[in-house]
Each structure stands twice: as structure tokens, then as C-alpha cells.
């Protein structure tokens, strides 16, 4: 199902479309023309009833759903935001120190913003993320916890890294679980049973041109809704997917490229 997300945006949104028309349209054009057109005026009104009311708690579930996916999507932008300026702090608390570590030590965070574009940024990643990005975390953790601060500068400094990758870790972690939310399978049984039985419905009414029309507008809307959802629910690939390039900028202008030390 997600290979949808792999194609440009506009044409997996027309193809989610033009399939659930599909899926709506030919069947209804096919079994009306087998059923009879006098359907009893009265078991016509109850299938309207009826419709009216499956149909309003399909459209809930879609709109739950979909306001979930967005604000899953909008945490995990959050969360990527928090991480990449927790390591800029990282990466000026460094420069600051005038101790002989300090190159390891950015050697190390890099390492760590490296697995985590390289090993962690992709849907087949561990959801407890890549061994590469835990051992870069965990070296460098190790470094900061060993430097010997002898004065009052590098105690404070000792101090901040700390305490940063302490919201480092926290905000690695944050990322990892929302990344790998997605939905349970059981929602898309309810979305495409729903969504089959509202075209079931259709069955009350004739074939003709103005309703299967209607019935091919309801089938785009409903297909272009799960296509975002589903392109919500993938933060790795497709129109949704989270930049990556702060991750990048930080790796190559702050960590690769020239050091800025602090005044004497």
C-alpha cells in the first residue's frame, strides 16, 4: 500500500483517486443492471435512513483518524526541531571547550548525526533505532562524563553537555516512537468495509449518468482522504515525508566545517 508514496505526490493523489472511483463506480454500473428498478418505496427510504447514518460514523472515523495522523506528524516535526537544536548547543558548548578532547568529541557528534540520516531515516529502521546512532550516542556520552574540568569554565560547560545529552537521548527517543506510530491494521478494514458498504447503498438508486457521477465523487474524496492519511501515517517517504536537511546543514557547516572557539 505504500508504494503509492513513492511516486510524485499529484499522481499518487490522482491514482488513489481514480482507483476507489474505480472501485465505486464499475461495480455499482455492473450489479444495478442486474437488480430491478422498482424497489419498494419504503425499503428504499430505510436504505436512505440507513446510509445516512453508517455514512456519518464513516466519515468520523476518517476525520478522527486524519486529525490523529496530523498531530502525530506535527509532534514528530516538533521533536526533529528540539533534537537538532539541542545538538547545535552541543556543538558551540564544544567549541568553547580549550581542552585537547574537544575534537573527539565533535568527531563523535557527527558520528551520531551520521547514523541517524544514514541508519534511522527510513521506514525499515528498528523502532528503538539503528545500533550505529546508539553506540555514536553512547561514545560520546561516555566522553562528555570523562572530561576532567579543572576549572571553572569547563566545570560549567561539563555541566550543560550533561544535561543536553540527557535531552538529547530524550529527544531521539521521542522521534523514534512517533516515527514509528503508523496506524494499525485495523483501521484500514474499517475505512475500506465502510467505504464498501456506502457504495452498497448506491444500489437503491438507478444507473444513470447524475448518480454515478455522485457516486464517483464520493469514491475520489473518500481515496484522496486515505491517500493523506496514509502519506501522514509515513513520515519517512512520499509528500509528508520530514526534511532531512538540518540534520545535514548542522553535519556539514557545524561539525565538518570550521570551528568557532571562544575568546581567551
Given amino acids: 500500500m505504500a508504494a503509492i508514496l513513492q511516486i510524485p505526490a499529484w499522481l499518487g493523489a490522482l491514482l488513489a483517486m481514480l482507483l476507489a472511483i474505480a472501485a465505486s463506480a464499475i461495480p455499482f454500473i455492473v450489479l444495478r443492471r442486474l437488480l430491478s428498478d422498482d424497489l419498494p418505496t419504503k425499503t428504499r427510504d430505510v436504505a436512505e435512513t440507513v446510509a445516512v447514518r453508517i455514512g456519518t460514523v464513516h466519515s468520523l472515523i476518517l476525520a478522527l483518524v486524519f486529525a490523529d495522523a496530523q498531530s502525530t506528524h506535527t509532534n514528530l516535526q516538533q521533536e526533529v526541531s528540539k533534537e537538532i537544536t539541542t545538538i547545535e548547543h552541543i556543538v558551540l558548548e564544544l567549541n568553547q571547550w580549550n581542552g585537547p578532547e574537544k575534537d573527539v568529541l565533535r568527531g563523535q557528534l557527527g558520528a551520531y548525526v551520521t547514523a541517524v540520516l544514514q541508519n534511522e531515516w527510513h521506514a525499515a529502521s528498528h523502532p528503538r ?8 550516542y553512547n561514545e560520546l556520552d561516555m566522553g562528555i562524563l570523562n572530561l576532567k574540568a579543572d576549572t571553572p569554565q569547563q566545570q560549567s560547560l561539563r555541566g550543560r553537555l550533561i544535561m543536553n545529552m540527557d535531552e538529547l537521548q530524550d529527544h531521539r527517543m521521542a522521534r523514534l516512537a512517533l516515527a514509528h ?3 494499525p491494521s485495523l483501521f484500514w478494514w474499517m475505512a475500506l468495509t465502510g467505504f464498501a458498504i456506502m457504495v452498497g447503498f448506491f444500489l437503491i438508486f438507478p444507473a444513470n449518468l447524475a448518480h454515478i457521477a455522485i457516486l464517483s465523487v464520493y469514491g475520489a474524496y ?8 496514509l502519506a501522514l501515517s509515513h513520515p519517512y517517504a512520499g509528500p509528508a515525508a520530514i526534511d532531512t536537511a538540518p540534520y545535514e546543514m548542522v553535519l556539514e557547516d557545524e561539525l565538518k566545517g570550521p570551528q568557532v572557539t571562544s575568546r581567551p
Fill in 181 to 183: 506510530r503508523g496506524l
Fill in 222 to 229: 473518500t481515496g484522496l482522504a486515505l491517500y493523506f492519511i
Fill in 129 to 136: 533505532g539503528s545500533r550505529e546512532a546508539r553506540q555514536a
